[in-house]
């Protein structure tokens, strides 16, 4: 939900001068360097597995029936590079964050997400984040793709949550709809601490989502080379996405 916000935003970092905080960068950078180096590609033979994470706070309701419409992309991306298992994450209301079964097909995924109506309430990111943790250690997850629009959270606990799933090998990919500035500031540096990427996309352009969509996915099943092998094909979103992640 954008409304409610701290009334602080984290300052920026970009341009500091503070020999403490340069030294704070320089540690970060070396972090993310090595999650980078740590986060293996979808073995041949496996499939990939995916969480789908999404803010289902009243403020995104339009987004969240084009995202229904159009996840079955995800699946048929990676039908022919190895296949695609997805967990539907999402939260609302007062401290709601439900987690449904992994899925292997879109039609699943549909009907899960069909039974969900948004609801009013603060942003849960972290918790989306302590989750995909949990996940990670019963078995491997490439990727986990959030969609949201408003962050209300403290950016130091979501930054070392999202750094500690880099180290662990899920790259979290970050679809911003709306141009909010504390999101975004937040938005990308999960993005980076992570490995993964972020981009925005506009209100009511379902196609931007759809290309999003389907690049995360091929990433997931197979990789940085299946994101490339798509960007040959389509470029446009899956060509930003493969740009952060080199």
């Known amino acids: 939900m954008a409304k409610d916000r701290p009334g602080n935003a984290p300052a920026p970092v970009k341009g500091a001068t503070d020999p403490a905080e340069r030294a704070s960068r320089a540690e970060i ?45 995800m699946f048929r991306e990676a039908a022919g590079i190895g296949g695609l298992d997805v967990q539907l994450v999402y939260y609302r209301g007062f401290g709601e964050c439900r987690a449904s079964r992994w ?32 996940e990670v250690e019963k078995g491997k997850i490439q990727a986990l793709v959030f969609i949201g629009d408003a962050m209300e959270e403290a950016l130091d606990t979501l930054a070392a949550a999202a750094g500690e799933l880099g180290i662990r090998g899920v790259r979290v990919f970050v679809f911003q709809e709306g141009g909010d500035p504390i999101a975004e500031q937040a938005f990308r540096e999960i993005a980076r601490l992570s490995g993964g990427a972020y981009c925005r996309f506009d209100v009511g352009a379902a196609h931007q989502l759809a290309e999003l ?11 940085v080379k299946a994101l490339a092998d798509l960007s040959a094909r389509r470029g446009a979103a899956s060509l930003k996405l493969l740009e952060q992640l080199k």
Not at 115 to 120: E, K, L, M, T, V
Not at 122 to 131: C, E, M, P, V
């Open 213 to 223: 969509l389907r690049a995360v996915a091929a990433y997931a099943a197979g990789g």
């Open 29 to 73: 950078d070396a972090f993310v360097r090595r999650a980078r180096v740590l986060a293996p590609g979808t073995e041949p033979g496996q499939r990939g597995r995916l969480i789908f994470a999404l803010d289902a706070t009243m403020s995104r309701q339009p987004t969240w029936d084009t995202a229904c419409r159009l996840q079955a992309e």
């Open 103 to 134: 899925v292997s097909n879109g039609e699943r995924l549909a009907d899960l997400m069909s039974r969900i109506d948004c609801r009013g309430g603060r942003t849960q990111i972290g918790k989306i984040l302590a989750h995909a943790r949990r």
